[in-house]
T-cell receptor, first 112, second 117 residues
């Protein structure tokens, strides 16, 4: 079973920041938080990952609370192409034989 | 840099037949994982191979099998197809370099969409 909880759906106006929350209250010390997204009928796409520090890349920012029990993925300026299902996953690093466990994710709809 | 390539992209089979799907990972990636995605069950892990060895297997019947070749290319096979096997089958590869968490990032292919009639 997935170790994360996400809202089933969210809407965001185009050009605004999209903030996608994720609860992972049982996360272990050696587990990273990974975010993937899946645009309709395509394979999931990696977005970002982090352990305890906030992370930023060209796609998004990841904010992890100090107790690591929750995190927020931020898409700073959402576009229509960001409409997708976003998955938050916790996975231990150096765990090549531990599969990614996908939950139901959050369906983000970016509205013009 | 070429991504993960899956073939065929679409295929239609009838119940009782068998099917083989192919996956070519990113060059240098030695880990290949397979997932099944259906509207009802979402993304479910099938199995993972590393250096030609199956390291992990999901909760699927024995009709689902796979293998990995020395060049890291992988195939999965489903025998005696059932209607419920209709799904998008996704392959993902990762570099998996010990000590580098970012190397455990999975890169997915576009998938093979199987329809069983």
């Amino acid at each position: 079973d997935a170790k994360t909880t996400q809202p089933p759906s969210m809407d965001c106006a185009e050009g605004r920041a999209a903030n996608l929350p994720c609860n992972h209250s049982t996360i272990s010390g050696n587990e990273y938080v990974y975010w993937y997204r899946q645009i309709h009928s395509q394979g999931p796409q990696y977005i970002i990952h982090g352990l305890k520090n906030n992370e930023t890349n060209e796609m998004a920012s990841l904010i992890i609370t100090e107790d690591r029990k929750s995190s927020t993925l931020i898409l700073p300026h959402a576009t229509l192409r960001d409409t997708a299902v976003y998955y938050c996953i916790v996975r231990a690093w150096n765990s090549g034989n531990t599969p990614l466990v996908f939950g139901k994710g959050t369906r983000l709809s970016v509205i013009a | 840099k070429a991504g993960v390539t899956q073939t065929p992209r679409y295929l239609i089979k009838t119940r009782g037949q068998q099917v083989t799907l192919s996956c070519s990972p990113i060059s240098g990636h030695r880990s290949v994982s397979w997932y099944q995605q259906t509207p009802g069950q979402g993304l479910q892990f099938l199995f993972e191979y590393f250096s030609e060895t199956q390291r992990n297997k999901g909760n699927f019947p024995g009709r689902f099998s796979g293998r990995q070749f020395s060049n890291s290319r992988s195939e999965m096979n489903v025998s005696t197809l059932e209607l419920g096997d209709s799904a998008l089958y996704l392959c993902a590869s990762s570099l998996e370099k010990l000590g580098t968490p970012g190397a455990n990032v999975l890169t997915f292919g576009a998938g093979s969409r199987l329809t069983v009639l």
